[in-house]
């Protein structure tokens, strides 16, 4: 086979073997449908467990996640779901409701004891809570799709939903803002349409 002079570079450069390569980045595709099979307790712990590695702003950890699998549950969520949304997320085997915990900074005794002290800081500025709650929670989302990639699934992420109904259904009561679903499941070899066009290094970055 052929090597394009990208891959070419990647397989001398990357660490990762070339299946896991493939699996996480080159070949894994947003999934609009997935093969029927249930997606286990244990396989979404282990979505988690790497999940939770990401790197945050003084270890706050903004990110909840919520796991509708119920047929209940996921009517309530389908019903805020823009349409294009609402037929793959009513099929898809696991869906997650990610939102931002925006009083994370009273767990920083546990996550960051070192800056404990600043907890009657945040808590005097909900405007800095919430801009450092979001922009590090999604962070935090793009380790999950990958976790999710590496623990042998499909995502398909979408941002297309009211964001206020499904926290009026889920995060009622608590101090948590959705900001992305994502539909989870086994692979089924479809492919809707050809990978579109990715930018190349020399538009997409520069040097200084």
Not at 69 to 92: C, F, I, P, Q, Y
Not at 182 to 205: C, M, S, Y
């Amino acid at each position: 086979m052929t090597r394009t002079p990208t891959e070419t570079l990647l397989t001398e450069e990357l660490i990762l073997d070339p299946h896991a390569a493939a699996a996480m980045f080159l070949t894994a595709r947003t999934a609009n449908s997935f093969d029927a099979g249930e997606i286990s307790e244990e396989t979404l712990q282990a979505v988690y467990a790497l999940t939770k590695m990401a790197p945050t702003a003084m270890n706050i950890q903004p990110l909840r996640i919520t796991w509708v699998r119920s047929a209940e549950a996921r009517e309530r969520l389908v019903a805020h779901m823009v349409d294009g949304n609402k037929a793959k997320t009513l099929r898809a085997p696991m869906v997650a409701v990610l939102s931002y915990d925006t009083d994370w900074h009273e767990l920083l005794p546990t996550t960051a004891p070192h800056a404990a002290g600043m907890v009657p800081t945040f808590a005097g500025n909900d405007a800095l809570r919430q801009g450092m709650g979001a922009n590090n929670a999604h962070i935090q989302a793009g380790f999950f799709i990958m976790a999710a990639r590496a623990a042998g699934l499909a995502t398909g992420p979408m941002g297309g939903f009211d964001a206020a109904g499904v926290d009026a259904e889920f995060n009622a009561g608590t101090p948590r803002k959705s900001f992305l679903v994502v539909n989870l499941g086994k692979p089924n070899g479809i492919v809707d349409r050809e990978r579109l066009h990715r930018l190349e290094f020399d538009v997409a970055t520069a040097t200084v």
